[in-house]
């Protein structure tokens, strides 16, 4: 699976469908709101290229920044040495984290698990549930709609029966339009919904 993703980013194909050169308005807004710990671990999970890790360490956070494929993570690094900050770059998979248990303060994923099946996305839950602090916040922004069975949607249902709620407690996931510089699809009708860590 590594292979496809870095091939998308090695021909540049990810910039037709899901690449964004500055952070999302959702990681800003959170840094407004102070919703994001200013001590501690943020752990951007799918972080793609890069766009919303740079730009919360370039704002002082200690940000990780995790993707399967490693010509993604170049590309974080390209952008972190550009903009003169550190970021921690990670390469593995959502459903087995290289990442300490209970070590992480806050973690986010922009189009990730959209991209998983039921079983994956569960493994990927429970990872989180083990690297995650007690209360420890999860933001999770997503398609909210399959797109020809392109995406498995972050729905309520997909919610219940993805984060176990001895684990998890979770919001209502809000419609919103995740809007990019892709040239192909540069909106997808989205979901955000605010999850925390028992």
Known sequence: MSFEWDEAYRTGRYREHWDYSAASQEIATCVALGVFPRKGVLLDIGCGSGSDAVFLATLGFH???????????????????????KVETICG???KIPVEGSSVDFA??????????????????????????????????????????????ITSARLRATFPSGSFTAGLPVPIQMVSDASKDPSLDGAIVMIRRR
Request: charged share 25%; net charge positive; glycine share 8%.
């Open 63 to 85: 940000v990780k920044a995790l993707d399967i494929s490693s010509v993604a993570l170049d590309l974080v690094r390209e952008k972190a040495a550009k903009a003169k900050v």
């Open 93 to 95: 998979s959502a459903t």
């Open 108 to 153: 986010f994923d922009r189009g990730l698990l959209h991209n998983l099946n039921d079983d994956e996305g569960r493994a990927y839950a429970l990872e989180l549930a083990r690297i995650l602090k007690p209360g420890a916040g999860f933001l999770l922004r997503g398609a909210r709609i399959s797109y020809n069975g392109n995406f498995n949607p």
